[in-house]
């Protein structure tokens, strides 16, 4: 596991009470249902949560790419060094997004235009926010494809993404979001479909990138795995909303929320010589059109109490924790009792 890092006292970007809600022909989906977190420079938090728990459209709302319509914003604020992305004007987001903010996206095969040069795609990056000449830019394009471990980059400038392999297009995204060397980088699924010596490869390059720039990295990942040996702090979602938040070791050692003690209870670990098989989370995810009363997690929650049934609980500090360690559960004491249990049985 990593060695944890001090917390930064700079924050140079937070998410504050933001709701996203979509109109649908079926109801309303409310994807992201009051979610916050900071992030200072240096840091790298990681959002974690099962498909649909709206972990990605959180992301896409700070880069101020989800359609309205359909999307809706009930409440929030995103504050990125003050200033209020969601009512900043055009020309302010254009100002900040890709130049301040960038985003590597899940899939680099479609995110890049196959119709294009590699160096032509991150050239334009630098043309239209520093007003490189052409020449400049393609030099600069080629330092930067040099930066993300691109052999013979010079050359390679001059392919399309489709003579690229899947680490290599990541790579390029890599370096198109690092061209104008952001404050924050938004890291979504960033090693999706990539064996796991390449996902090595691609986060040892973020980390490194990081020490070098200082720049902020927010990963977004369903892998707990990759999470723990490279983030400094963990915000788990589920359903659209927060369930528990706090430091690696708080998170990975000291679960208080069901769901965060199913995602751990169903990995495998090398320090675990226990013979029983994987315990998964059973059931599905809730529907986000009809979200169950009280505590989303109830119906699936080996934990739950009868006020999960009708109560939804708040993000609240835990008892003999870090105060950054919050979990929005009715019975963290009894997830402590069985994690504690079964660390004791190990």
């Known amino acids: 596991m990593t060695a944890f890092r001090k917390r930064a006292t700079e924050t140079v970007l937070s998410v504050e009470d933001l709701r996203v ?74 100002e900040i997004r890709g130049n301040k903010i960038s985003m590597i996206f899940q899939d680099p095969l479609n995110a890049l235009n196959p119709v294009f040069k590699v160096g032509n795609q991150i050239a334009e990056v630098l043309q239209v926010h ?48 690092l061209a104008m060397n952001p404050d924050v980088l938004l890291a979504d699924e960033p090693t999706t479909a990539l064996d796991v010596t390449v996902q090595a490869q691609i986060m040892e390059l973020l980390s490194e990138l990081q020490r070098e720039r200082g720049t902020a990295i927010v990963l977004i990942t369903h892998d707990l795995g990759l999470v723990a040996g490279n983030v400094d702090r963990v915000v788990v979602m589920y359903a659209g909303r927060a369930v528990e938040v706090g430091d690696v070791e708080s998170i990975f050692y000291r679960p208080r929320h069901g769901y965060t003690f199913g995602l751990l209870s169903s990995l495998p670990r090398l320090d675990d010589d226990r013979t029983e098989r994987l315990r998964p989370i059973p ?50 004491e009894g997830v402590a009792a069985a994690n504690a249990e079964l660390e004791g049985a190990q």
């Open 130 to 177: 520093e007003k490189l000449g052409r020449l400049p830019a393609r030099q600069r394009a080629i330092e930067l494809l040099a930066e993300v471990g691109i052999p013979n980059p010079r050359e390679r400038a001059d392919e399309y993404p489709h003579q690229f392999s899947g680490g290599m297009r990541q790579r390029v995204m890599i370096a198109i979001a």
């Open 283 to 332: 059931g599905q995810p809730p529907s986000l059109i009809h979200i169950p009363a009280g505590c989303p997690f109830q119906p699936r929650c080996r934990f739950a109490l009868p006020i999960c049934q009708t109560v939804v609980p708040e993000l609240e500090p835990q008892s003999g924790e870090p105060s950054d360690h919050e979990a929005a559960c009715h019975n963290a």
């Open 21 to 94: 809600q979509f109109d649908t022909d079926d109801g309303i989906v409310k994807a992201v249902d009051g979610v916050s977190w900071s992030i200072a420079k240096g840091e790298t938090i990681g959002i974690v949560g099962e498909s649909g728990s709206g972990k990605s459209v959180s992301a896409l709302s700070v880069m101020g790419l989800v359609p309205t319509p359909p999307a809706r914003f009930p409440s929030g604020r995103i504050l990125y060094r003050g200033v209020d992305l969601m009512q900043a004007d055009k020309h302010t987001l254009r």
